[in-house]
């Protein structure tokens, strides 16, 4: 019934809209788009027994043929080459034997080159531990750490091309339906990857606590090479050299707290003014200030009980092509409000406001489509970035864009999902019922439905990633989707894996899952691995003391690809709010790709993550297990291999799981042709391509035709081909019998 129905929904959406505009394309940023100077994010973890993991950044500015040679000094003794051929692929190696009772330093130098690149220094206090201890500074009178890490995001503070942390606590976040005083304010705190506390601001009571009130915008907003952090404050905010807000509108009120128990407002901030500050990254002093979007009516967000109105989003985007501006929100039920700041020499200057009540109501059909996320990012190739923002699209000047009318939803995700079309995808989902597209995936650019699900129920979740290499592109899933989807709407398994957050992890091109639970007593963080028809689990050193965030949102601290190379960490807190940790891959992988930060899609969903309800990762193009697979091939069933784990959850052989694992994919290796003429594809769209027919390099572009006039008899053609992707070269062979009939 679900198949005949989304069958019938695509029939007539392709009436109503068409089919997907051909000519549509993705990002196109400008080369001179102001970017990180990232350096090498160099790390190395004791995974225990001695074996040590050493990852690197490998970085844009670098060339296909950099080798690199890896060192390690012991103590006082002379420092030791760890390769005895250069490093031309993988980013990460593993030492083994090292004592780790001495202080370890491994250095890091180009192939031929006695320059040193990075280097880390590996304590034996640091060895102690599988991962990156940061602990958490107490706060003054919370001794019983009630005062909880959140949500986190990264950025250059002091520009030194390495990432610190900026994270938020509370200690009574309410959800904005919810009546209730806060136990004092929120809490934004700055740490080094060393476990240097830096700076704290606190919001004060005029911030609420909860995961709608505060968006962290981390990012160099002025191109000083350091990162600013752009919030939401209220008079009461202390800043981290201790200044604080006063009393600007000199009514003698300092505390807007409703504290009548009876009231309808009871514990929330509906009266005094709201500013937007930039903070000094190094030191976490205010820069700049000005007044946030206003109040008005509460009525027209959607009530009057203080909890639509103060619906916060907020974001970072390219709005010019070349320098990155700030985005704030207010309202997606009712009423939505975004404004684009920038921050230049010292000074907030507003770009653009876009309202759904200016202009005569112009734009009054996009309200009520937000999202509790939203996303950023060149959907129509101009270079310049646009918001997806729920259902609908918001153009880079504060225009409307396209307007689906699919109405408010929760999880969303823009990125390049069907790799077969020209172009990104959304992959959203939808709460207003009934909907003839509970969960949807549109085109990114012009908004048009590509295929959907009807649903009679709000649909709260929706994933994206590419976790099953049998089927091109990503595969889609939701709470309401009775199972796992491929780009293209074909149902692959009516088992549901875990809809929250994305993971590169394991090496392999495919992406892991990463999920938890925050509800007390029952907290966890655990990352999984789908294997066709459930999944398997991958564990992590100590997971038995962490806990994840926001309730049953299960979300971790952060997920990013924040050091090493371009797989993701995963940063996490204890249970007893003390700690939180950065674990980084324990496992190699053969591929070699740019740091995944260097794409601006990527950077920008990064820096977004932390606000409403936190999204992972997605990038600007496609990474995923279709990469390198040029030729028609198939996956069967081999028993001899498995997983990492191998098992599934009863503890037998996951037989499924064998099905493509590594060496499990059959590829043809001849082809036999009955025809003039025969044309091979690389099959994506990758950054270069070159074919080698016989040996001798003929054609660099996709597409290759062969003439079989152009050979002898029955000769197999040995044809080769290697296309260069983000940093990486695939490369892979196949032989061409043209056959006479």
């Known amino acids: 019934m679900k198949k005949y129905l989304m069958l019938k929904l ?74 005895k051929k250069p490093l031309f692929e993988a980013t990460y190696v593993l030492d083994e034997n090292v004592d780790v009772s001495k202080e370890n330093v491994y250095i890091l130098k180009a192939y031929g080159s006695d320059e040193v690149l990075a280097s880390y220094t590996l304590t034996s206090q640091k060895a102690e531990k599988p991962y990156i201890s940061i602990p958490i500074k107490p706060f003054p009178g919370d001794t019983l750490w009630g005062y909880s890490p959140n949500d986190a995001t990264i950025g250059d503070l002091d520009g030194d091309g390495e990432m610190e942390i900026v994270i938020k606590r509370e200690n009574s976040g309410k959800d904005n339906s919810h009546n209730g005083v806060c136990k004092g304010g929120t809490l934004i705190e700055a740490y080094t990857l060393d476990g240097l506390f830096l700076w704290r601001v606190d919001l004060g009571v005029n911030i609420r606590q909860g995961a709608h009130y505060t968006q962290m915008l981390v990012y160099d907003f002025d191109g000083d090479g350091k990162s600013e952090l752009a919030v939401k404050t209220g008079e009461g905010t202390q800043f981290g050299d201790g200044e604080v807000i006063g009393d600007v509108n000199g009514d003698g009120i300092t505390d807007y707290v409703d504290r009548d128990s009876g009231s309808r407002t009871y514990g929330k901030i ?29 009525f027209e967000f959607g009530d009057n009980t203080g909890n639509r109105v103060d619906r916060f989003l907020g974001g970072v985007g390219y709005f010019d092509g070349q320098k990155p501006s ?23 200057a507003k770009r653009w406001k876009f309202s759904t009540t200016d202009n005569g109501g112009k734009y009054k059909s996009f309200e009520g489509q937000g999202n509790h996320s939203l996303a950023i990012g060149d959907v129509d190739g101009d270079g310049k970035d646009e918001i997806t923002y729920g259902a609908c699209m918001i153009d880079h000047d504060g225009s409307g864009g396209y307007n689906t009318q699919l109405g408010h939803g929760d999880a969303m995700h823009l990125t390049d999902i069907d790799v077969e079309r020209p172009g990104l995808e959304v992959w959203d989902c939808h709460e207003h019922v009934p ?36 089927f091109k592109g990503m595969e889609v899933w939701t709470t309401h989707s009775g199972g796992v989807y491929t780009a293209k709407g074909e149902l692959i398994s009516q ?49 038995e003391a962490l806990a994840a965030n926001n309730w049953t949102k299960g979300n971790p601290c952060l997920q990013a690809d924040i050091i090493g190379d371009w797989r993701e960490e995963v940063l996490v807190r204890t249970k007893d709010n003390k700690e939180i940790r950065l674990y980084i891959t324990p496992y190699e992988t053969p591929y070699r790709f740019h740091t995944l930060l260097s794409d601006p899609m990527y950077r920008l969903s990064v820096a977004i993550q932390n606000v409403g309800y936190n999204q992972p990762t997605q990038l600007g193009y496609y990474l995923g297990s279709d990469l390198g697979k040029f030729w028609n091939n198939e996956y069967r069933l081999k028993r001899g291999a498995h997983s990492k784990s191998g098992m599934s959850a009863d503890g037998h052989i996951n037989d499924m799981n064998t099905r493509y694992q590594r ?16 044309t091979l594809d690389a099959g994506l769209n990758y950054d270069n391509y070159q074919w080698i027919v016989n040996g001798k390099r003929v054609e660099a572009s996709r597409k290759l035709k062969l003439i079989a006039s152009d050979f002898s008899g029955d000769e197999a053609v040995k044809v080769e081909l290697e296309v260069f992707y983000k940093g990486w070269v695939f490369k892979e062979k196949i032989f061409i019998r043209f056959k006479k009939d």
């Open 270 to 298: 509906v009266k005094g003014p709201e500013f937007l500050s930039v903070i000094e990254g190094a030191t976490g002093k205010e820069l700049a200030r000005t007044n946030f979007i206003p109040r008005g009516s509460a």
């Open 326 to 348: 700030i985005l704030i929100c207010r309202g997606y039920y009712a009423k939505a409000v975004l404004e684009a700041w920038d921050y230049r020499g010292g000074k907030l």
């Open 435 to 470: 909907s003839r597209a509970g969960s949807e995936l549109r085109d990114a650019r012009t908004g048009a439905l590509l295929w959907g699900i009807p649903s009679v129920e709000d649909v709260g979740r929706a994933m994206a990633a590419d976790i099953d290499p049998r």
């Open 10 to 83: 695509c029939l007539i959406i392709s009436t109503i809209v068409g089919v997907y505009a051909q000519e549509s394309i993705g990002p196109d940023y400008s080369s001179s788009i102001q970017t990180e100077n990232l350096g090498r994010g160099m790390v190395a973890i004791h995974q225990g027994g001695g074996v040590v993991a050493i990852s690197w950044r490998y970085l844009p500015k670098d060339k296909i043929s950099t080798g690199y040679d890896v060192y390690r000094k012991s103590g006082k003794r002379k420092e030791i080459k760890l390769n």
């Open 663 to 678: 060496a499990q994919r059959i590829v043809m290796d001849t082809i036999n042709c009955r025809t003039a003429e025969y």
């Open 495 to 543: 088992k549901t894996p875990s809809i929250n957050m994305g993971l590169w992890w394991d090496g392999d091109l495919n992406r892991e899952l990463l999920d938890g639970s925050g509800v007390r007593r029952r907290e966890r963080v655990v990352i999984t691995k789908w294997n066709g028809d459930g999944v398997d689990r991958l564990s992590l050193p100590g997971e």
